[in-house]
């Protein structure tokens, strides 16, 4: 038998926020302290606990939590032996995946990976630089980084491997970026024996579900109007949609709703167009999750 209450990792610092938000908007309710590292889910099922993302692909591989919320890169990093149950692309920044890059001073001579050979390099990400240099024939000395990594270059270091989204802050410390290592995404993850659990495998696939649901919905609206019968062709035209808009008859024989769903940096481009074509009454509303 179960127990009626998921434990659950939730990554602390950077994504912290931002995973927050994703909750919100999947149907959960998150709030704690600033120095609480037990935050309170609206939801008794739910045991929450922040952990550093680092960390948590091996509590959860362990069994101290029975699913969390980590980087695709870190579980790698661990070599962790758990369930991917999804894959989320959310960060603190923008919807996409980030990357871990090789990067040197402006001014390094180093241009290449084979240029690392015998050269000194600090990341947090020890285990995946190794490999990733071994299966490039380079041998180097990867240290451990305990943080602010670009400001170690080219003084304690000749190369740093460090995350980035954007690349701003590599450019902000004068540091081009050499190649990529990895790109990684956030994933939910589970532990085998919460997997093998029907109750709590239940839960953790609805997480998943939501949490998805959520991620789709972001940038997207919804969009009904009222059309007459013979501008419907040309209302249509005009429209994308995920698979194709919905089109309801009226009171009225001689008109109909549509309703569909659209990417909302469209909305300012095809409004107008819509009125031109003839759609009347015309609705925009957010979403806050889209399940296929």
Not at 162 to 180: F, K, P, Q, W
Not at 221 to 246: C, E, F, W
Request: proline share 4%; hydrophobic share 45%; charged share 30%.
């Amino acid at each position: 038998m179960s127990t009626d209450r998921l434990k659950i990792a939730l990554p602390k610092g950077s994504l912290q926020e931002a995973t927050y938000r994703l909750f919100e908007r999947a149907g959960w309710k998150i709030s704690a302290t600033s120095r609480s590292y037990f935050p309170r889910i609206d939801d008794r099922e739910l045991e929450a606990v922040l952990i550093r993302a680092q960390e948590i692909a091996r509590y959860v591989q362990d069994g101290v939590m029975d699913c969390g919320l980590t980087g695709r890169d870190w579980v790698a990093e661990n070599d962790a032996d758990v369930i991917e149950v999804a894959a989320l692309i959310y960060s603190k920044q923008e919807a996409r995946p980030v990357r871990w890059v090789v990067a040197v001073p402006n001014d390094s001579l180093l241009t290449s990976i084979k240029d690392l050979q015998g050269k000194r390099i600090a990341t947090e990400l020890v285990n995946t630089t190794k490999k990733f240099l071994a299966d490039h024939g380079v041998k180097a000395h990867v240290e451990f980084s305990w943080g602010a990594t670009e400001a170690k270059c080219p003084e304690l270091v000749d190369a740093i491997v460090d995350v980035t989204e954007t690349g701003s802050s590599l450019r902000a410390n004068n540091l081009r970026i050499i190649t990529d290592v990895i790109e990684s995404v956030t994933v939910l993850v589970a532990n085998k024996t919460a997997w093998d659990d029907p109750w709590k495998r239940r839960k953790i696939e609805q997480l998943a579900l939501l949490l998805q649901g959520a991620l789709r919905a972001e940038g997207k609206v919804g969009l009904k109007m009222n059309v007459a019968a013979d501008h419907v062709k040309r209302v249509l035209s005009l429209l994308p949609a995920m698979k194709g808009p919905t089109i309801s008859r009226l009171t009225d024989e001689t008109w109909v709703a549509v309703e569909t769903v659209i990417d909302e940096k469209t909305v300012r481009e095809i409004l107008p167009q819509l009125k031109a074509a003839g759609a009347q009454d015309i609705i925009e509303y957010p979403l806050n999750k889209v399940i296929p």
